[in-house]
């Protein structure tokens, strides 16, 4: 998988995390299923955790 492919799927993510903190997520199980499935994809390709990566990177840029 090319970084840009990665760059997006972490774009889809983050979009999706806002996307149900706006809604309510007991009833949106259509978005945690794609949250599930791109975390899944990314530990995949990477060997990582996206979540523990998108916070060491928080941390990086501040």
Do not use: P, Q, W
């Given at each position: 998988?090319?970084?840009?492919?990665?760059?997006?799927?972490?774009?889809?993510?983050?979009?999706?995390q806002?996307?149900?903190?706006?809604?309510?997520?007991?009833r949106?199980?259509?978005?945690?299923k794609?949250?599930?499935?791109?975390?899944?994809?990314?530990?995949?390709?990477?060997?990582?955790?996206?979540?523990?990566?998108?916070?060491?990177?928080?941390?990086?840029?501040?």
């Open positions: 998988m090319k970084k840009s492919e990665l760059k997006k799927l972490v774009s889809e993510y983050k979009s999706l806002l996307k149900l903190a706006k809604r309510d997520s007991a949106n199980h259509t978005v945690l794609k949250l599930d499935e791109i975390k899944h994809r990314y530990f995949h390709e990477t060997g990582n955790d996206l979540e523990s990566d998108l916070k060491l990177n928080a941390k990086d840029t501040t």
